[in-house]
């Protein structure tokens, strides 16, 4: 008889696989990480992360943690798809060959885009190891389907799933992770644990994949230039954009030469843009954006990781929920009727969880309903009313409220005002932003720095570089090193 429990045998498996490569992954991102902040440092620069964060770049421990985010994102996915097509192999097709083969033309050919833009060997061994383990424990539980399977009992089972994807999809907007956060995450003891071990470890998967325009800080070596002033100018106007000149190193993000009368941008050895002094100083941004283009590796394993995160993350808590159900309701029902009961609470557990994503959701308000909201006894109304003041640009035109809301016991509500308090000049506010970047919640410190930055006072860097230099938070150091560049404020080395 088929272990009622297979696909959550099956998910684990593959999930173990994925955590061991994308640990495998974070840890030598970190070790690179590393040795770009030594080459900084040495040339006098501000470093971000800062000293007590690179510090712990060799441990194991943000590397694990870091690595959950592959793990719950292009794992979840890999695993998900591999568990679906191994079940329709086995259950449906009853192990049809020419399924099979078809399934597996496509599982290698995945390793076409991967690789596009340059050979990139862990985003290939997530694709072919976490499909084959996940493949392997499914047939290892799964027994060959006598005959095809029912079409009704296909249905009881798909039909659910592809609604709740569906839904999810219509669901889906820019704030959408934000509201999981605010109204799944942070309403609770567990959920915010969790969110602050994110927020303290997401920077180290994500600088994995960032393009090069999206990181922090550039590494830049300039060579082979004639003229000093022009080698200066090109400097500058790097350096404007973060791109950070180092001497007498070819590891670093990009190579820019003076080959003739023409620059010409390399990465690594390989050469993929050149272009006259006069273009590149006449529109540096666009040029430097389109060598970031060139020279990003990984393109489809962004986009692979971004669904799986997005569809194959849920996917995959559906699945986990309905075995453990099945298990459980199995104990008191036959075993149809278990596996009938848990699709169905599954299902209506996927439909909860919606409903309050759907509740999350920013409103337009009018501005008696805004004061109204800020002074309710709900935290929900008055994260609406500070969503709302907050996309709108305008102040909040109530100070009398910002002691209240300042002093609350719920993050996001806290959060959404400092937020909200960029909006607006005005002594008040600002005391309750300095206030605020004492805040417990590294979220709400990060908004409060965003705020500080806004407002334009370069008064304030002192703070910031303060922050940058004590903090032992990457994201906390990574917004006020963004609120620091708002003010204008610019790297200069040392020597």
């Known amino acids: 008889m088929q272990q009622p429990r ?66 719950c994102s292009i794992g979840a996915g890999l695993t998900v798809v591999a568990l679906a097509a191994t079940w329709c192999w086995g259950s449906i097709c009853n192990r049809n ?13 995945l390793l076409v885009p991967v690789n596009q833009q340059g050979f ?42 592809l609604v709740l994807a569906v839904l999810w999809g219509a669901q889906w907007r820019p704030s959408m992770f934000q509201d999981i956060r605010d109204h799944l995450l942070l309403s609770n003891p567990a959920g915010i644990r969790f969110t602050e071990m994110y927020y303290r470890y997401t920077l180290y998967p994500a600088r994995v994949f960032k393009t090069i325009e999206q990181k922090m800080l550039k590494t830049v070596r300039l060579r082979g230039f004639r003229d000093p002033a022009v080698q200066h100018s ?59 283009s060139k020279a990003d590796t990984h393109h489809f394993f962004r ?15 559906y699945t986990l929920y309905h075995s453990v159900a099945r298990f459980v309701l199995a104990l008191f029902l036959t ?36 004061a109204a909201s800020l002074d309710s006894a709900r935290w929900q109304d008055q994260v609406s009313a500070l969503k709302a003041i907050a996309a709108s640009g305008t102040a909040i035109e109530a ?30 506010t600002l005391e309750v932003i300095i206030d605020l970047l004492d805040d417990s919640s590294p979220n709400v410190v990060c908004k409060a720095f965003t705020a500080l930055g806004k407002r334009g006072n370069q008064t304030h860097i002192g703070l910031m570089l303060r922050a940058i230099e004590r903090s032992d938070h990457w994201y906390v150091q990574s917004h006020a090193y963004s609120a620091l560049r708002a003010l204008g404020w610019r790297q200069a080395r040392s020597d």
Request: some cysteine; hydrophobic content about 50%.
């Open 120 to 161: 990139s060997p862990i985003p290939s061994l997530y694709v072919l190891a976490v499909p084959l383990v996940t493949v392997a424990a499914t047939l290892r539980w799964l027994c060959p389907a006598k005959g095809t399977a029912p079409g009704a009992a296909i249905w009881v089972h798909t039909l659910p799933v």
């Open 399 to 428: 100070p009398n409220l910002y002691a209240k809301l300042s002093a609350s016991t719920h993050i996001p509500v806290r959060y959404w005002l400092a937020v909200a308090l960029g909006n607006g000049p005005g002594e008040e």
């Open 6 to 71: 297979y696909p959550a045998k099956a998910v684990v498996a593959g999930l173990l696989m994925a955590q061991i490569v994308a640990t495998l992954q974070v840890y030598l991102a970190n070790a690179e990480l590393y040795e770009t902040l030594l080459l900084l440092q040495t040339h006098g620069y501000l470093l971000v992360p800062g000293q007590l964060i690179a510090e712990r770049l060799g441990e194991f421990k943000p590397a694990f943690i870091g690595g959950l985010f592959f793990t």
């Open 335 to 370: 075993d149809q009727r278990a596996s009938i009961a848990s699709t169905g609470t599954a299902f209506c557990v996927g439909l909860a969880v919606l409903l309050v994503l759907s509740a999350g959701d920013t409103v337009t308000m009018a501005r008696k309903d805004i």
């Open 234 to 292: 090109v400097a500058r106007v790097l350096g404007d954009y973060d791109y950070l000149p180092t001497a007498d190193s070819d590891r670093v993000d990009v190579i820019i030469a003076e080959e003739g009368n023409r620059l010409v941008f390399y990465s690594g050895p390989t050469m993929l843009l050149e272009m006259t002094h006069e273009r590149f100083m006449a529109n540096p941004l666009k040029e430097l954006r389109a060598f970031s």
């Open 303 to 317: 986009q692979v990781t971004v669904l799986g995160l997005l569809f194959g993350f849920p996917l995959l808590l």
């Open 97 to 109: 060959r020419a399924f099979g083969a078809m399934a597996i033309v496509f599982w290698l050919a």
